[in-house]
């Protein structure tokens, strides 16, 4: 009996394993699949690289969080809201990669990039009045990349290297660090998050 009933839990544990690799294969390659902020590799170095952003349209909130994890929680459930349908016309809009996130004592921002087919004016008006549709400036920034899942430690040990990095290379910084996720947070392997610092550049 107890080798049967040692048998029985193997093969259950074989089927959850099993169905977990699944699940986190899809996630995966939905990430994958998903479509990502345009932007144009400027200069890769051994471990930043320079990027071009051309102007892109926002769902954006302003937050009081002072962190990641205030702001990474009551941000993302306003404005998935937008997208999933609370704005004028009830239309739901895809997701996109990355979310963006400005985090600060003095006051935060979490950002969804629209679909690049949307022009601003296309976009339904949300309903909720803390989310607002903006177009951002042209930009050149340093960036990155680091894995599995983030935290407010991570998040500030990758912005203070990526300056080390920069200010290394002589590059101007000319703004505030911004914080890249791209993933679900049950999606468990192949995480992707990126710190990015505005920075003067002439190509």
Request: zero cysteines.
């Amino acid at each position: 009996m107890l080798y049967i009933g040692m048998k029985k839990m193997i093969i259950a544990l074989g089927v959850i394993i099993l169905i977990l690799v699944v699940f986190q294969s899809f996630m995966v390659a939905s990430t994958n699949n998903t479509e990502k902020q345009a932007y144009k590799v400027i200069k890769k170095e051994d471990d930043f690289e320079i990027r071009y952003y051309p102007p892109a349209t926002f769902a954006t909130i302003q937050s009081s969080a002072k962190n990641y994890r205030e702001l990474s929680g009551n941000g993302f459930r306003k404005i998935a809201g937008y997208i999933f349908g609370n704005n004028e016309s009830s239309s739901k809009i895809a997701m996109t990669t990355p979310v963006h996130m400005d985090i600060s004592d003095e006051g935060s921002s979490m950002s969804f990039v629209m679909p690049e087919k949307y022009k601003e004016s296309d976009l339904p008006k949300p309903k909720d009045a803390g989310v607002h549709i903006v177009k951002s400036s042209p930009q050149y920034v340093a960036v990155i990349s680091f894995g599995g899942y983030a935290d407010d430690e991570s998040i500030q040990e990758n912005r203070n290297l990526l300056l080390k990095l920069i200010q290394k290379k002589g590059i101007k910084v000319t703004g505030e660090y911004s914080f890249l996720g791209y993933n679900a947070p049950f999606q468990f392997w192949s995480r992707k998050n990126e710190v990015v610092i505005p920075i003067d550049w002439k190509e």
